[in-house]
């Protein structure tokens, strides 16, 4: 791997430098536009498809909270970057034979969208985290922002969120952290995270301690921060448009 003195190191990150400013001033403006109090709104970096290097130039850059999708990459990426003060938030659709693996190395899983992740994902957290010194693992639900009757994509239908709540609250080795959502493609992002607003306070109202709430993307963070975000997950705004698409 080259060293960060490499010229072309040196390009990669006066544009992550910059593309993480514009960013970061889109929150501010955002947050500040809402009400909320200034610094409220969380930044986790998508790194999926870019390399190990950006995600080491990007903690350099102060970023501390990354995301992936794929499991393989995910837990690669987390091996090469095992020296440097991160928190992997795993954001990606979650076979269940994967959960274990993933439940090993994620510091957060927000992509928890039906009750069969769960004994992976907290077998993987006991493995990991013998003595409990680490705590339990943060998850979050995923639900679908779908309009009823659309192709199903990501995400546990409404009608079950309570049940698969519920159910994460009571597993061992996991932490109802809260709720993520991506808002559905080719709709007005708002009013769909309003909806999200809606499940997330009927959450919190069982659940007190779920209170975080991750939407918002390069596309529609403002509207996430409008209707409440606590933190958003960007990627091609930071980084670019991504290498290869699959
Ligand atoms: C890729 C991805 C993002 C980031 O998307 P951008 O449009 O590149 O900002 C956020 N959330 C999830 C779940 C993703 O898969």
């Not at 190395?105 to 013998?130: C, H, I, M, N």
Request: glycine fraction near 12%.
């Amino acid at each position: 791997m080259s060293g960060p003195s490499e010229p072309g190191d040196r390009a990669r990150e006066d544009e992550l430098s910059e593309g993480l400013a514009t960013v970061r001033d889109r929150i501010d403006a955002a947050v500040g536009a809402a009400g909320r109090p200034p610094g409220s709104v969380g930044l986790v970096v998508v790194t999926k498809y870019f390399p190990a290097g950006d995600v080491r130039i990007l903690a350099g850059l102060g970023v501390r909270d990354v995301g992936e999708n794929r499991h393989q990459e995910a837990s690669e990426k987390a091996d090469l970057c095992r020296d440097l003060d991160l928190r992997w938030h795993f954001v990606g659709g979650l076979q269940s034979n994967k959960a274990a693996a993933v439940g090993a190395y994620a510091d957060v899983v927000e992509s928890v969208d039906r009750p069969k992740l769960l004994a992976g994902l907290s077998r993987g957290r006991a493995e990991r985290d013998p003595d409990g010194a680490l705590g339990p693992l943060d998850c979050l639900v995923q639900v679908s922002l779908d309009p009823p009757g659309a192709e199903h994509r990501a995400g546990c239908d409404p009608a079950v969120l309570d049940e698969l709540c519920e159910r994460l609250a009571g597993t061992e080795h996991l932490r109802l952290a809260g709720l993520m959502a991506v808002a559905p493609l080719g709709e007005d992002p708002a009013p769909a995270f309003e909806r999200l607003a809606g499940y997330a306070s009927r959450v919190r109202a069982r659940h007190p301690g779920a209170d975080v709430l991750s939407a918002g993307m390069s596309g529609d963070l403002e509207q996430a921060v409008a209707a409440g975000a606590t933190h958003v997950r960007v990627g091609s705004a930071v980084l670019g448009a991504r290498p290869r698409v699959q």
